[in-house]
């Protein structure tokens, strides 16, 4: 379940303020492999495996952030040909491998009415589309490249 709460560190920002990359983001234990995370802006989301019911797990996470991401890259384009209120939905439902605890493939399959479209401008907007992702998808840049991921770090929390 994801909703909006007042966290600490938020500030409180009206809805037009562009998230800063430095924004605090953390988790907190609630249990037995169950976590909430947060931003500093007050979002708040429930993390934990599959049986701990209403929850996402970190790799539902990942891939609604790929999803979410190449959403968000490619609007303008589809709303500029679509209208503002054109609808999509964007699935990543590829399967994990067990074995390897990991995902090898992450697909994106949009579901989108394109049928108002001739063949031409259809194809010309789905090319314009998968620009935007490729120039404007940070999670999947950022998937695609590699991301390195040092060891974790752990700290004793600072009392006060």
């Not at 809805?15 to 609630?30: C, F, I, K, M, Q």
């Not at 090898?104 to 935007?132: G, M, N």
């Not at 998808?137 to 950022?142: A, E, L």
């Given at each position: 379940?994801?909703e909006q709460t007042t966290t600490p560190g938020a500030t409180g920002?009206?809805?037009?303020?562009?998230?800063?990359?430095?924004?605090?983001?953390?988790?907190?234990?609630?249990?037995t492999r169950t976590y909430t995370g947060f931003s500093a802006r007050?979002?708040?989301?429930?993390?934990?495996?599959?049986?701990?019911?209403?929850?996402?797990?970190?790799?539902?996470?990942?891939?609604?952030?790929?999803?979410?991401?190449?959403?968000?890259?490619?609007?303008?384009?589809?709303?500029?040909?679509?209208?503002?209120?054109?609808?999509?939905?964007?699935?990543?439902?590829?399967?994990?491998?067990?074995?390897?605890?990991?995902?090898?493939?992450?697909t994106e399959k949009f579901e989108i009415d394109l049928s108002t479209?001739?063949?031409?401008?259809?194809?010309?907007?789905?090319?314009?589309?998968?620009?935007?992702?490729?120039?404007?998808?940070?999670?999947?840049?950022?998937?695609?490249?590699?991301?390195?991921?040092?060891?974790?770090?752990?700290?004793?929390?600072?009392?006060?």
């Amino acid at each position: 379940m994801t909703e909006q709460t007042t966290t600490p560190g938020a500030t409180g920002a009206d809805s037009t303020a562009t998230p800063s990359p430095t924004d605090p983001l953390w988790v907190e234990r609630n249990g037995t492999r169950t976590y909430t995370g947060f931003s500093a802006r007050g979002a708040r989301v429930d993390i934990g495996p599959v049986e701990a019911g209403a929850v996402f797990t970190p790799g539902e996470l990942l891939k609604i952030a790929l999803a979410a991401c190449a959403g968000m890259s490619s609007d303008k384009a589809f709303a500029r040909r679509l209208g503002d209120d054109y609808r999509t939905t964007i699935r990543v439902e590829d399967p994990k491998d067990v074995a390897d605890d990991r995902y090898p493939v992450l697909t994106e399959k949009f579901e989108i009415d394109l049928s108002t479209l001739d063949d031409e401008d259809r194809a010309k907007l789905l090319t314009i589309a998968q620009r935007s992702i490729d120039k404007a998808c940070t999670v999947g840049r950022t998937l695609k490249a590699g991301a390195q991921i040092p060891d974790a770090q752990f700290e004793q929390p600072t009392e006060g």
